[in-house]
Structure formats: structure tokens, C-alpha cells
């Protein structure tokens, strides 16, 4: 999961500079057919990216569950129908486990909620309150994705490494309090602009990248681990269930994402850029305070024995 972390934070810390580069290539005056938006030419390479990528997959990747071809029993990665449904009848039974995933979920999809909407708005910010130009908005989400990228290599690989499982908790709250202090910097930043009319930014809005590239460098990958490995002890976790679970947690998390843009612009552009960036600190940070109460220590431990130490021990 660190590794996925590296390589999205590369590509985070790539993208807005290609992107701010093409950006200069079309032109937004003119009239007619010579009329572009600037981010045009930009739309157009990432949608060459795009279609260059969706082609390797699919003529690429290997198939993990060979749903296309029959299985036979000679096959060591076959699962047939029995046992699949035997799985999921197995793993639905334990409510404990269901229970943490369902709570990993909801807290997926609410951070991710803010999150995104926080981060959708951020060039709003630069560019409305800083005249920031293309390139400056460039090497502030580079920033954002060179930080993320040293401290997943750096810190979040070596604490999982040396933790086997046991620090997923601990890297998933502090990155989620690394955003929300991220976000009050920010919220600062602002007051003080509004206060001076100072196109210039304060150093509170470089505290507030360093808060939004921790967050990018530990809360969704940990809380990955966390939910592929949920009940991993037990004899009811089976690798077919791994991709149901992720896919719920992945999905969760997108409709946060749809939707946090959303509310996020709309009190930005209502109620100003210092309040939006306080709302967002304050939710995260109840965020923060609900993810530590309501999701044990570590899921990988036998669930009945985290959730329910007195049921286990009337079961012993």
C-alpha cells in the first residue's frame, strides 16, 4: 500500500506541472474556431494518458480471479462456486468484523467528504486571493506531492514495516490530525490576507500544504491495510472476500469525493474562504476523535477478542 502511496504522489507531483506547462501552449483569446480555454491542451494529453493506460491494462494486467476462463482443480489460485459462497456465508457471519468494516467505511467516505473538497478548492484559493499564475499553482500541489512521496518512502513504509499491522491506527489519526491542522493554517492564512489585502501569501499557507501532504501520505492507504486486513487471524478471512471488502471501502470513499467539491465550493464562494477552511478543520478533527473511539487498535487481532473481550472469554 506505501508503494501504491509512492506512485501516486509521483504522479501528484507530476501532473500539475506538465499540466500548468500545457496550459501556455493554447491561448484564451481570439475569436472563433482559435478560441481555447487554457486548460484545453492539458485535457487533451491527460486524455491521451488515459486511453494509452486503459489499452495496457486490459492487454496487460493478468485477470486475478480468471473469470473468463474455466478453472480446473490442478489450478492453486481456483476458487469455485462453492467455496466462494461458503466464504461470503462465513465472513457475513461475523458481525464483529462487518461491524469495524462498516465503520471503516463511513469514515472513508466522511473524511474524504472534506478532504477533497478542502483540496478541490485550494487553486480557488491561490488564484483568488494570491494571483497565484499557473506555474505557482503548479509548485504548490508539486510541493504537496514531493512531501508526500519523501515521508511515504521515509516514514509511513519504515512504521508499517516494524509495526506488522500494528501502526495503521496511529499513521490513519495522524495524518488525519496533520489535516486538519493543515486546514486551520490555511483558515489563518486567509484571516490574515483579508486583514493586510496582501496578494502575498503567508507561511501559513505552506503549514497548510505540509498538513494536506501528510494527510496524502497516510490516512486512505492505512485505512486500506486496515480493511483488507480486518479479521486476518481468523479462519472466516479468506482471500475472496478481500476484493468485496475493497471495493465497498473504494466506493465509499468516491462518492465522497463526488460530493465533497460540491459543499466544499459552495462555502467557499457563500460564505468565504476563512470559514470554508474552518468548517473543514472542525469536521475533520470530529472526524479524528470519532475514527480513534470507534475502530479498535488493530484489526488484524482476532475481532471477537478487540471488540468484545467479555464475549470472548464467556466463548473460551
Known amino acids: 500500500m506505501a508503494l501504491v502511496g509512492i506512485a501516486f504522489a509521483v504522479g501528484f507531483t507530476l501532473g500539475p506541472s506538465i499540466g500548468a506547462y500545457f496550459s ?13 480555454a487554457p486548460f484545453a491542451a492539458a485535457a487533451v494529453f491527460s486524455l491521451a494518458l488515459l486511453l494509452v493506460e ?11 480471479l480468471h473469470f473468463k476462463k474455466p478453472t480446473t482443480n490442478n489450478d492453486p489460485d481456483a476458487v469455485s462456486e462453492k467455496e466462494v459462497v461458503v466464504t461470503k456465508q462465513t465472513i457475513e457471519s461475523n458481525a464483529n468484523v462487518q461491524q469495524v468494516l462498516r465503520r471503516l467505511n463511513i469514515v472513508h467516505f466522511a473524511y474524504l467528504f472534506f478532504f477533497s473538497g478542502m483540496e478541490y478548492t485550494l487553486t480557488f484559493l491561490t488564484h483568488d486571493k494570491f494571483n497565484f499564475s499557473n506555474m505557482q499553482q503548479g509548485r504548490l500541489l508539486g510541493f504537496i506531492g514531493i512531501t508526500s512521496t519523501i515521508l511515504q518512502g521515509g516514514y509511513v513504509r519504515r512504521v508499517k514495516g516494524k509495526s506488522s499491522g500494528r501502526g495503521d491506527k496511529s499513521l490513519v489519526t495522524q495524518g488525519m490530525v496533520g489535516c486538519t491542522l493543515g486546514l486551520l493554517s490555511i483558515s489563518l492564512c486567509c484571516i490574515s490576507a483579508d486583514k493586510s489585502s496582501d496578494t502575498s501569501p503567508s507561511w501559513w499557507l505552506w503549514a497548510g ?3 494536506f501532504a501528510v494527510a496524502s501520505a497516510t490516512v486512505v492507504n492505512c485505512l486500506n491495510s486496515m480493511v483488507s486486513l480486518a479479521g486476518a487471524h481468523q479462519q472466516t478471512h479468506a482471500a475472496g472476500d478481500t476484493g468485496k471488502r475493497l471495493g465497498d471501502f473504494r466506493s465509499a470513499g468516491q462518492i465522497g469525493r463526488a460530493l465533497g467539491p460540491v459543499f466544499a465550493c459552495s462555502v467557499y464562494w457563500l460564505s468565504g474562504a476563512a470559514v470554508c477552511y474552518l468548517v473543514g478543520a472542525v469536521a475533520v478533527s470530529v472526524i479524528t476523535v470519532a475514527f480513534v473511539a470507534a475502530i479498535p487498535a488493530t484489526t488484524t487481532t482476532k475481532s471477537t477478542a478487540t471488540l ?5 472469554n464467556k466463548t473460551s
Request: charged content about 15%.
Open 54 to 64: 486503459s489499452l495496457y491494462l486490459y492487454f496487460k494486467l493478468p485477470e486475478t
Open 24 to 36: 501556455t501552449k493554447m491561448s484564451a483569446e481570439g475569436t472563433g474556431s482559435s478560441s481555447y
Open 209 to 211: 500544504a505540509v498538513g
Open 308 to 312: 468484545s473481550p467479555s464475549r470472548s
